[in-house]
């Protein structure tokens, strides 16, 4: 289920959705950690997204697109670029783009899209605000389950310095058929580690993600501290 069709009760920066089997927690900040992190007598591995969770690349990467689409003749907001691209795979967001377009999209338009975004990323790009200190105090196994491939993964966690703590804890869209918000790639994260996903809590920053979290039978928990996620929730 989408995770607008789910019932929501708000009082300030909390809100919590739930479906049939599993709760959706949606808190601002870096809150959502300490939460994770008293949760871990009950889960046994935590499962982070990358970009927007991790690394603060989601403004940046969107901005991007915007310029591109402009430059190519559509005029888009920022605000309904996130809602047509957040948390989707390249593959996934080249069939949005020809949608746009309205016809097929040109053989070095994502090639470009990354070429800007590196350069960007060189001089932008920074962790997400609290992630360091929330991590250190994280008290059971965690890794990445993203939309993103291996070498955006590696880059940007290298600039940001996260690196260290991701190394060999990796789990890319192209290792499995089927992208968010299909549960593929967290149910490959969780049985890398021998887990079974209803011990599993995720941590996600789109509706995308959150749908395949639940999909695979999981906690998710749904960071909306910055503006790029309340603009969804």
Known sequence: RDLHSFPTRRSSDLHIASSSLHWTWAIGGPEIFRIAYNSAMTFELLILDCDGVLVDSETISHEIIVEMLGEAGVAMELGAAFNRFLGKSTAQCVSIVAELLGKEVP???????????????????????????????????????????????????????????????????????????????????????????????????????????????????????????????
């Open 107 to 233: 053989a070095n338009f994502m090639e470009e899209h990354r070429r800007r975004t590196r350069l960007a990323f060189q001089s932008r790009l920074r962790a997400v605000p609290g992630i360091e200190a929330a991590l250190d105090q994280i008290r059971l196994p965690y890794c990445v389950a993203s939309s993103g491939e291996p070498d955006k993964m590696r880059a940007t966690l290298g600039l940001t310095g996260l690196w260290p703590r991701f190394e060999g804890k990796l789990t890319s869209v192209t290792e499995v058929a089927h992208p968010k918000p299909a549960p593929d790639v967290y149910l490959l994260a969780a049985s890398k580690f021998g887990i079974a996903p209803s011990n599993c809590v995720v941590v996600e920053d789109s509706p995308t993600g959150v749908t395949a979290g639940v999909a695979a039978g999981m906690t998710v928990y749904m960071e909306i501290g910055r503006a790029s996620c309340r603009e969804r929730v």
